[in-house]
């Protein structure tokens, strides 16, 4: 499946240069890119916004990231999304029970391995996913204890990312890519955008 649609024929030389780049670097087609060459100028917005978000940080874990994307991949059903922010989850020590956590078939906070952080950074990939989007000063109040000023905008900014590659993705109904096969766990196949 290629998604809803079909890539454009004739792709602008800088956007198959970038496109070259990120298959070259995955080592998987990237369907996302080529299917919104159709409109150049949201392609290299759509770029840009992919090359601000922060993958690596001096005060927020990797391991923490890592659950971030992956929180708001299953909160937002997006298979492709699973697929390619699931990519080596055990190389960040994440662990089975915190796979069903992040599915919401456990409880997060009954999760032993997870620290506080973890947990509210959690917390706040589903606040931030849902519609309306809606804090309490309660939540407010344990996020400022956690995070500081600027770690509480880098995992703001990576929800936010993970949120419009999704809903982008799902809405053109990109498949996944095979950046986790065989890694039943995900259960990428239980999480469809077309009915």
């Given at each position: 499946m290629n998604g809803y649609i079909k890539p454009p024929h004739r792709i602008p030389l800088l956007l198959r240069l970038g496109i070259w780049v990120a298959e070259k670097s995955t080592g998987k087609k990237m369907l996302p890119a080529r299917l919104i060459s159709w409109v150049p100028k949201s392609a290299f917005g759509s770029g840009i916004l992919e090359a601000l978000v922060v993958h690596k940080d001096k005060t927020i874990s990797q391991r923490l990231l890592k659950l971030v994307r992956m929180q708001t991949s299953?909160?937002?059903?997006?298979?492709?999304?699973?697929?390619?922010?699931?990519?080596?989850y055990a190389g960040q020590s994440i662990s089975?029970?915190?796979?069903?956590?992040?599915?919401?078939?456990?409880?997060?906070?009954?999760?032993?391995?997870?620290?506080?952080?973890?947990?509210?950074?959690?917390?706040?990939?589903?606040?931030?996913?849902?519609?309306?989007i809606v804090f309490s000063e309660q939540f407010i109040r344990k996020l400022k204890i956690a995070f500081d000023e600027r770690e509480i905008v880098v995992l703001a900014t990576?929800?936010?990312?993970?949120?419009?590659?999704?809903?982008?993705?799902?809405?053109?109904?990109?498949?996944?890519?095979?950046?986790?096969?065989?890694?039943?766990?995900?259960?990428i196949d239980s999480y469809q955008t077309l009915k």
């Open positions: 299953f909160v937002v059903s997006c298979p492709f999304c699973i697929d390619m922010n699931g990519l080596d089975e029970e915190e796979i069903l956590a992040l599915r919401d078939i456990k409880p997060f906070t009954e999760v032993d391995s997870l620290n506080e952080r973890e947990k509210t950074a959690l917390e706040y990939v589903r606040l931030i996913s849902q519609t309306p990576t929800i936010a990312q993970v949120n419009y590659w999704a809903r982008l993705i799902q809405a053109l109904g990109i498949p996944p890519a095979g950046f986790s096969d065989g890694c039943n766990i995900l259960a």
